[in-house]
């Protein structure tokens, strides 16, 4: 059993997302809210976009690692930039870990007017699933 990323004919084909994920029966299902780049006390790291984008993704990690799972088992990624923000920057620090190996996740991008954390220029939320082995 393994969790089936497709990418349909008919749809762009590109290297960072898919567009439909399968995930079997059985697999355990883990939901990680919103991370802000935060250190652990609720501060922001930086006001640079690129240096939050990077700390959010580890923080993401720290929060998949305690459910069991890895940034390779998620299955959805959801990512929120504020209106302003340099979007290349933050993806181009953050890409390569949510891109993952093999087929790429499916992968959600809005830009907002604000976020919840004051100073925060993006926040990602992820599911993931882990399969038995």
């Not at 762009?12 to 059985?26: C, D, L, M, Y």
């Not at 935060?38 to 305690?66: K, P």
């Not at 998620?74 to 979007?87: F, G, M, N, R």
């Not at 933050?90 to 959600?108: D, E, K, Q, S, W």
């Amino acid at each position: 059993m393994e969790i089936t990323r497709i990418q349909p004919a008919g749809l762009v084909v590109s290297p960072a997302f898919s567009h439909v994920a399968i995930v079997p029966p059985g697999a355990t299902t883990i939901y990680v809210g919103g991370q802000n780049g935060v250190d652990d006390t609720g501060a922001v790291v930086s006001d640079d976009v690129a240096e939050q984008s990077v700390r959010t993704i580890d923080n993401v990690t720290v929060a998949l690692e305690a459910a069991g799972a890895t940034l390779a088992d998620v299955v959805q990624w959801t990512v929120l930039l504020v209106e302003d923000a340099d979007l290349g920057a933050a993806y181009g620090a953050i890409a390569p870990r949510l891109a993952g190996p093999g087929v790429p996740p499916l992968v959600t991008a809005a830009r907002v007017a604000g976020l919840g954390v004051p100073g925060a220029l993006v926040e990602v939320s992820a599911i993931a699933a882990v399969v038995p082995a």
